[in-house]
Each structure stands twice: as structure tokens, then as C-alpha cells.
């Protein structure tokens, strides 16, 4: 449970990195309250990793503050590991050892007793549902399995400060939702979740606060609802069978509009009301131009997302 009065489990002001002439950080300020799950969204490239490196002691800032669990990342870095764990982007577990033998091994390197390394192994592998395969090889483990095992080893040290990098890239929808349920359990028992993600819909369900990293700064923060208050409206969804007519709607709806991957739809700015939809299908048909479906939207994290960083693929239909 969040104590509002408590030191922050993180406060950033004026963080800076740059690698050379090229600034990725930019002056983040950032608080992130105890027992809460706050989460950093950003396209590739956007600074998420680095952000976590820098706050995780494995890469000096190049200039602001960070304290970390009530220590100083930059005077007191040991200490700050001491109060952390990392779970990053790609699993750190070894293929060759079984899963049980992964976890005594961070054990012994955590210092505990050869007891008490097999006591908290087998604790964790229940706890996160490994118990059956606890004595196969990692390398037979789904990716799901994993994952589970690489966030296991990272429990050994008992964190009070968890920092997901990406947690369920490449999951299926079931194991990711099965280490949701996981994260909910931490943050339950006390644990603070630092945890970034390209998957909005992870944010939405898991985050207390979220923050947008768009070009080395924060654009915005809030809780989910604050931020989908930011935009205006929804969107419609146009979808077009032809590549001619595909075209000529780009040409007509101009900067209104938004491609949509490599699909041939188009995402246009709505406010939900009849009366706008009416006039976007007027402006079609005076045109001629068939639409073969469309979808409205309500607004969402998204929307959110696109209407603050922009078209990082920079397929944005341009003026006519």
C-alpha cells in the first residue's frame, strides 16, 4: 500500500545523458512513490533503457540528481543495489543449469547460506509456478518460463525496488497476463515497480502513474485517466481495400490524417459526435472515395501516445 508521506522510491530532477553530441536524456524530473507501479512509455530509442541504467547504477548520468531508495545513485551506488533488483529486456538465466540450480547460484551470490539458498529457491518456485520444472534445463523452458525465472533470480535478494525493462517482450497474451498478476502480488507485498514498456495496454492495466518519453524529455505524466483526459477526442478508423483510393484519401484528409503501420487505414482525429463523423463521410463522398470500413474510437493510451510523440515511422500524411 502507497504511504504518501514516505521518502519517494525514486526522485529525479534535471537528469541529463549524452553520448557525445547526441543528448538522450534532456532534464528528466521524475517521483515515483513507494508500493506504486510507475511506468515509462517511449518508442525504440526513446531513452527507457537508459533511463533504468542510469537510476540502476550501471551507467553515470551526465548531469542532475537521482536518489534511488533513499540513496544517492552517483555518491552511494552500493547501497542502492543493495535495495534493487533489475529485470531487463533479455533473460540473463544460464541455458545449461536447471532452474533450480539458476537460483541457488544468485543465492550464493547474495551470501546466503547453502540452507537458506535452498529454502528461498524453492520458495520462489512456487511462488511463480516453476516448482515443476525446477529441475529441467532453462534451455527446454518457454519464453513465458523464462521470464518468471529471470524476475525469480531477481527476488532472491528480496528488492524493495523492482526495475522491469520490458518484461513481456515477445510473451503470448496468457504469460503475459500471468506475470501481471505476478507484478500485482509485488507491488501488494510492499515492492516498488519501476517498469518500462512499448505495450500500452500493459501500462493501462498495471500503472499507478505513467510518464511519456519523447525526445530525451517528459512530455507528460499522470495516472492513465489524466492522460487520456489530454486529448480531446477519439479517433475513426478508415479502412480502404484499394491502394488508389488509399491514396487519394491521404491526399484529401492531409494532415488530419495518420497511416496506420502498413495497412491501408488511416487514423482521423474524431470527437465521438455524430455531427463530426457526419462531416468526414460528406468530405469522402463529395470526393468519391469509398471507405470500406471504419471503426470509432474512444480515446486511449494509443492515442495518448501517437497525439504526444508524434510518427516515430514518419508516415504522417503531409499538407496537400
Known amino acids: 500500500m502507497t504511504n504518501k508521506t514516505a521518502r519517494p522510491a525514486i526522485a529525479v530532477s534535471g537528469l541529463r545523458k549524452a553520448f557525445g553530441d547526441k543528448v538522450v536524456l534532456d532534464g528528466i524530473d521524475l517521483t515515483v512513490a513507494q508500493g506504486t507501479i510507475f511506468s515509462l512509455l517511449g518508442a525504440n530509442g526513446a531513452g527507457k533503457t537508459t533511463m533504468v541504467k542510469i537510476l540502476s547504477t550501471l551507467l553515470a548520468a551526465t548531469g542532475g540528481h537521482a536518489e534511488v531508495a533513499g540513496h544517492d545513485v552517483a555518491s552511494d551506488p552500493d547501497s542502492v543495489r543493495a535495495a534493487i533488483g533489475v529485470t531487463g529486456q533479455f533473460s540473463a538465466v544460464d541455458n545449461l543449469l536447471t532452474g533450480e540450480e539458476n537460483l541457488r547460484l544468485m543465492a550464493d551470490l547474495n551470501h546466503l547460506s547453502k540452507a537458506d539458498g535452498r529454502r528461498k529457491a524453492a520458495e520462489l518456485l512456487e511462488r511463480l509456478e516453476l516448482t515443476e520444472a525446477a529441475r529441467k534445463p532453462v534451455a527446454t523452458y518457454s519464453g513465458g518460463m523464462r521470464r518468471r525465472l529471470d524476475l525469480a533470480m531477481t527476488l532472491v535478494g528480496n528488492p524493495r525496488l523492482i526495475f522491469l525493462d520490458e518484461p513481456t517482450t515477445g510473451l503470448d497474451p496468457r504469460s503475459r497476463r500471468g ?31 505513467i510518464a511519456v518519453l519523447e525526445g530525451g524529455r517528459l512530455v507528460a505524466q499522470g495516472t492513465s485517466e489524466e492522460l487520456k483526459r489530454r486529448i480531446p477526442g477519439g479517433h475513426v478508423e478508415l479502412r480502404f481495400d484499394e491502394p488508389e483510393i488509399f491514396r487519394a484519401a491521404q491526399r484529401v484528409l492531409g494532415r488530419a490524417a495518420y497511416r496506420d503501420g502498413d495497412a491501408m487505414s488511416l487514423r482521423v482525429g474524431n470527437d465521438g459526435s455524430v455531427r463530426q463523423l457526419k462531416a468526414l463521410l460528406d468530405l469522402l463522398d463529395s470526393e468519391a472515395i469509398e471507405v470500406e470500413g471504419l471503426s470509432v474510437h474512444t480515446p486511449d493510451l494509443d492515442d495518448v501516445f501517437l497525439a504526444l510523440t508524434g510518427d516515430p515511422d514518419d508516415k504522417k500524411v503531409t499538407a496537400r
Open 179 to 209: 506475470m501481471w498478476r505476478i507484478v500485482r502480488e509485488l507491488v501488494d507485498g510492499g515492492v516498488t515497480v519501476f517498469l518500462t514498456t512499448q505495450y500500452l495496454e500493459e501500462a493501462d492495466e498495471l500503472a499507478d502513474r
